[in-house]
């Protein structure tokens, strides 16, 4: 709950800062019109503009130097080429996204490449580190070098930056001290930090610094010149003003940032000017470098289509899939917005002129109207492509054909048309990332979207405002319809756009609620039992054992069953149910936990839906191997079956046999058999666990027929036994029996259930998971690999792992891998944590079980 009210406070800290920028840029332009700043962006000369480009491309080649030496400082070097992808793609988005997009990109890439939760997080620390470092050695330098007053709108504590500059230096030396004579780690609570060596600090000085001159010298070259204007105070004021951005939590520092420089820059350059070249600064030093990512993205999607380029496909295709529907994302985002800002800015007279011999202006008209529609759906359904909707998709791909057509009938705006043109020819080709067939009303929207949306929409409406500040108001402007109405046709298409928000807010409040987290009642178990008999995975039987909760798909013909330990709400293995209604109910139970603050958590999941778990940013360790026994092979024929032959005989010969007990059968003989299963408890001195495990329950028992070996007529051993649908395998769970029962009673039983499975047509025995098996021990393996290979190779005296993996090999399995899917970072220790205590815990009395 603290977590969720932190974000949005801190969200509506961002909308203040940028709504107090939009006022401070109001009154700094009272007196100037667009066309000023219009007309100093086309006096910009070719060269200025070259030499910036020049400029961004070294300045985005040194970004790439952060995780260059991050990485080299956490001991896990990686080639430079893997490097420049993630720096360049990471970069171009975070600088106009914020500072989690390029978090998101580094943990998608690297992990890939095989670091660790832990390392991406020292890799990030590091990166933010070496920032900070670098804007107060070249804030401290400048300040002392070129001091200069700061505008007294800032209220800044300081009149002259002289002391701020003593300040950073000072913080420097300082910080510079510890890392020659601190070795040991410094303790915050229960986190420790290493600082970084001499050779690394300033390494990750010297590359901050030259990203910090090379960012400001972009804005320098498009600023006119002034004698009052020097380089070094120049950057000076790009320091402060990044400054500003960061504080304000803006993405990209939008609007902060630039209404810093405005302010700083106004007793040096005229204010028109300073915002032209504002204008210009974004679009070669930020959007740029976006549009070249996002259509190298778009161009993979293309190539992935094409035989011939299936190698380069391949080279990408490992991480390109988990980026693509965040880029189109914000792609569309951009869209939206630039349709917008469209609405707001006149109309050329020459084209509405040209424009009005060919149509009527009725239809101008509704253009302009419907298209400001068509900009706020496309804001709202960049939430629901980021959530892989299928319906977003095709809704987005069709608002972008109407943006055109209608960006053309409203004023021949060609330019905005082929914009759109561009961001619909980059998402044509990415539909296979849009998989959820959902109700967009549904999803839950993030404090962040709404801010985001919200700043669109105060921009769009004081750019508007500033344009048309001349034209006094009245009441006669809303019903003024002619080819020079701008104003007018601004007004009814902000008032269009805003109800159109205002409708979707009241539909999503009055919605249906979500589902609470609960224990399960007999109608749920009811619902449940006829879903698990048509599931071809036998683990669905855990379901009837009554001790989770479960997460309905909307159809009911779909559950996830879950369990709470800690902060984590741990769903066992992959959803039960339709293959069609599993990613649907994967991303239902994600958005559950995060609305519960919860960390999200699968446990024992197969390889068939792992996309998804990364798609809604989980991270994968490796648990261990399932085996499955292909039963149309087994047999006691042949040499290597010579041992299970000799078990079979022995026990028959000293007068075992074994029989198969139908469900309806079993509750007379429980009695029986929960004497055995005590006497078992008792000698192995353990207790009944639950959740991955099943325990002796009569309710539970009685669902499944069961596997016994008869001596002397007296049962000695059982096995309950789980039936997959369509008879694609069969697997067990409770394995109890005497204490004087043969030693080998329940390889005897497996066999005997193998034999007769195999001659009841059932493809697979699925004799469940070796723990930590088959995990990688090599030097570039994440961690969680080889920590759990060291414990599987030497950790046998205490945990029996090898041995378990032995004794399955006997009747020669095929592996598949199974895995957790968790939050991950610096979580993951409490996860697992959370996670063994729920599969150690005793099991109680369930309240659907009567012993």
């Known amino acids: 709950m603290r977590k969720?009210?932190?974000?949005?406070?801190?969200?509506?800290?961002?909308?203040?800062?940028?709504?107090?920028?939009?006022?401070?840029?109001?009154?700094?332009?009272?007196?100037?019109?667009?066309?000023?700043?219009?007309?100093?962006l086309k006096e910009l000369s070719r060269n200025r503009?070259?030499?910036?480009?020049?400029?961004?491309?070294?300045?985005?080649?040194?970004?790439?130097?952060?995780?260059?030496?991050?990485?080299?400082?956490?001991?896990?070097?990686?080639?430079?080429?893997?490097?420049?992808?993630?720096?360049?793609?990471?970069?171009?988005f975070s600088n106009n996204v914020g500072v989690s997009m390029l978090t998101a990109v580094r943990y998608r890439l690297y992990s890939v490449w095989g670091l660790s939760s832990v390392e991406i997080m020292k890799v990030v620390a590091y990166c933010g580190m070496a920032f900070w470092l670098g804007l107060f050695t070249i804030g401290g330098v400048i300040f002392l070098l070129e001091p200069f007053e700061i505008p007294e709108l800032f209220h800044f504590r300081f009149k002259s930056l002289h002391h701020l500059g003593i300040i950073f230096l000072v913080f420097m030396a300082v910080y510079l001290s510890f890392s020659i004579l601190r070795k040991k780690p410094i303790k915050i609570l229960k986190w420790e930090f290493h600082i970084p060596s001499v050779r690394f600090s300033l390494s990750s000085i010297v590359i901050a610094c030259m990203d910090l001159?090379?960012?400001?010298?972009?804005?320098?070259?498009?600023?006119?010149?002034?004698?009052?204007?020097?380089?070094?105070?120049?950057?000076?004021?790009?320091?402060?003003?990044?400054?500003?951005?960061?504080?304000?939590?803006?993405?990209?520092?939008?609007?902060?940032?630039?209404?810093?420089?405005?302010?700083?820059?106004?007793?040096?350059?005229?204010?028109?000017?300073?915002?032209?070249?504002?204008?210009?600064?974004?679009?070669?030093?930020?959007?740029?470098?976006?549009?070249?990512?996002?259509?190298?993205?778009?161009?993979?999607?293309?190539?992935?289509?094409?035989?011939?380029?299936?190698?380069?496909?391949?080279?990408f295709g490992q991480w390109v899939p988990e980026i693509v529907p965040n880029v189109l994302s914000f792609i569309t985002f951009i869209g939206g917005a630039t349709i917008l800002f469209s609405e707001a800015i006149p109309a050329e007279k020459w084209r509405m002129a040209?424009?009005?011999?060919?149509?009527?202006?009725?239809?101008?008209?509704?253009s302009h109207?419907?298209?400001?529609?068509?900009?706020?759906?496309?804001?709202?359904?960049?939430?629901?492509?980021?959530?892989?909707?299928?319906?977003?998709?095709?809704?987005?791909?069709?608002?972008?054909?109407?943006?055109?057509?209608?960006?053309?009938?409203?004023?021949?705006?060609?330019?905005?048309?082929?914009?759109?043109?561009?961001?619909?020819?980059?998402?044509?080709?990415?539909?296979?990332?849009?998989?959820?067939?959902?109700?967009?009303?549904?999803?839950?929207?993030?404090?962040?979207?709404?801010?985001?949306?919200?700043?669109?929409?105060?921009?769009?409406?004081?750019?508007?405002?500033?344009?048309?500040?001349?034209?006094?108001?009245?009441?006669?402007?809303?019903?003024?319809?002619?080819?020079?109405?701008?104003?007018?046709?601004?007004?009814?298409?902000?008032?269009?756009?805003?109800?159109?928000v205002v409708f979707f807010a009241l539909v999503r409040l009055l919605r249906a609620s979500m589902p609470k987290h609960a224990l399960p009642v007999i109608t749920d178990i009811n619902k449940v039992r006829d879903?698990?008999?048509?599931?071809?995975?036998?683990?669905?039987?855990?379901?009837?054992?009554?001790?989770?909760?479960?997460?309905?798909?909307?159809?009911?013909?779909?559950?996830?069953?879950?369990?709470?330990?800690?902060?984590?709400?741990v769903a066992l293995g992959d959803p039960v149910g339709p293959k069609n209604e599993m990613p649907e109910?994967?991303?239902?139970?994600?958005?559950?936990?995060?609305?519960?603050?919860?960390?999200?958590?699968?446990?024992?999941?197969?390889?068939?839906?792992?996309?998804?778990?990364?798609?809604?940013?989980?991270?994968?360790?490796?648990?261990?191997?399932?085996?499955?026994?292909?039963?149309?092979a087994f047999s006691l024929e042949g040499i290597a079956r010579r041992k299970l032959r000799h078990t079979r005989n022995q026990l028959e010969k000293e007068g075992c046999t074994f029989e198969l007990i139908p469900a309806l059968a079993v509750p007379p003989i429980l009695p029986e058999l929960k004497v055995i299963s005590d006497m078992w408890l008792k000698g192995e001195n353990a207790m009944d666990k639950g959740f991955n495990t099943g325990f002796f329950g009569t309710e539970y028992l009685k669902n499944s027929p069961m596997g016994i070996v008869r001596k002397d007529s007296k049962i000695i051993a059982f096995m309950n036994i789980w039936l997959g649908a369509e008879k694609e395998e069969l697997s067990s769970d409770l394995m109890r029996y005497l204490p004087d029962a043969p030693s080998n009673v329940m390889e005897y039983l497996l066999i005997q259930l193998m034999l007769w499975g195999k001659q009841e047509g059932y493809q697979w025995y699925n004799l469940g998971i070796a723990p930590l098996a088959g995990l990688e021990n090599h030097t570039l393996a994440p961690l969680w690999n080889r920590f759990g290979s060291l414990i599987f190779r030497h950790g046998e005296h205490f945990f029996n792992f090898q041995r378990l993996r032995w004794y399955k090999e006997k009747f020669d399995p095929e592996w598949e891998p199974k895995y957790i899917a968790s939050s991950g970072g610096l979580s993951l220790p409490r996860i697992l944590a959370n996670i063994a205590s729920l599969i150690s815990k005793p099991s109680k009395k369930r309240p659907l079980e009567n012993n």
């Open 213 to 315: 001159l090379l960012n400001g010298s972009v804005l320098f070259v498009l600023l006119p010149h002034s004698e009052n204007l020097s380089f070094n105070k120049l950057i000076g004021i790009f320091v402060l003003s990044q400054v500003a951005g960061l504080v304000s939590q803006v993405p990209g520092g939008f609007g902060v940032m630039d209404t810093a420089i405005v302010l700083l820059l106004t007793p040096i350059l005229p204010v028109p000017s300073v915002l032209g070249s504002l204008l210009a600064f974004r679009a070669i030093y930020y959007l740029l470098p976006m549009c070249l990512a996002s259509v190298l993205l778009g161009i993979h999607e293309f190539l992935q289509k094409k035989e011939m380029f299936r190698l380069i496909a391949r080279i």
């Open 49 to 92: 503009i070259l030499l910036a480009l020049l400029f961004t491309a070294l300045g985005y080649l040194t970004l790439i130097g952060y995780d260059f030496f991050a990485l080299r400082y956490i001991n896990h070097p990686l080639p430079y080429r893997k490097i420049a992808i993630t720096g360049f793609i990471g970069y171009a």
């Open 4 to 40: 969720n009210l932190l974000r949005i406070f801190s969200s509506l800290f961002g909308v203040f800062l940028f709504v107090a920028s939009l006022w401070v840029l109001h009154y700094a332009l009272k007196e100037y019109r667009f066309h000023d700043i219009m007309a100093h």
């Open 369 to 500: 109207f419907l298209s400001s529609l068509a900009g706020i759906l496309l804001l709202i359904l960049a939430w629901g492509l980021q959530r892989r909707l299928n319906a977003a998709y095709i809704l987005a791909v069709a608002l972008f054909i109407i943006g055109i057509i209608f960006s053309l009938l409203k004023g021949f705006n060609y330019e905005e048309a082929g914009i759109l043109m561009i961001m619909l020819g980059v998402l044509l080709p990415s539909r296979q990332h849009f998989y959820r067939k959902t109700s967009l009303i549904n999803e839950p929207l993030t404090p962040g979207w709404i801010v985001a949306i919200v700043l669109v929409i105060l921009c769009s409406v004081w750019l508007g405002f500033f344009l048309y500040k001349h034209i006094e108001y009245s009441d006669e402007l809303w019903w003024r319809f002619s080819l020079s109405g701008d104003a007018p046709r601004f007004l009814r298409a902000t008032v269009g756009a805003c109800a159109l």
């Open 354 to 366: 040209w424009l009005n011999t060919l149509i009527p202006l009725p239809i101008m008209e509704i």
């Open 585 to 632: 109910l994967i991303w239902k139970f994600h958005e559950m936990c995060n609305r519960h603050d919860g960390w999200t958590v699968f446990y024992e999941i197969g390889r068939n839906n792992l996309h998804i778990y990364i798609d809604i940013g989980l991270t994968l360790l490796k648990l261990g191997e399932e085996a499955r026994v292909p039963l149309a």
């Open 531 to 569: 879903i698990v008999k048509n599931s071809k995975k036998t683990y669905a039987n855990l379901a009837l054992l009554g001790d989770k909760s479960f997460l309905f798909n909307d159809r009911m013909n779909a559950f996830i069953m879950y369990a709470i330990s800690g902060r984590s709400w």
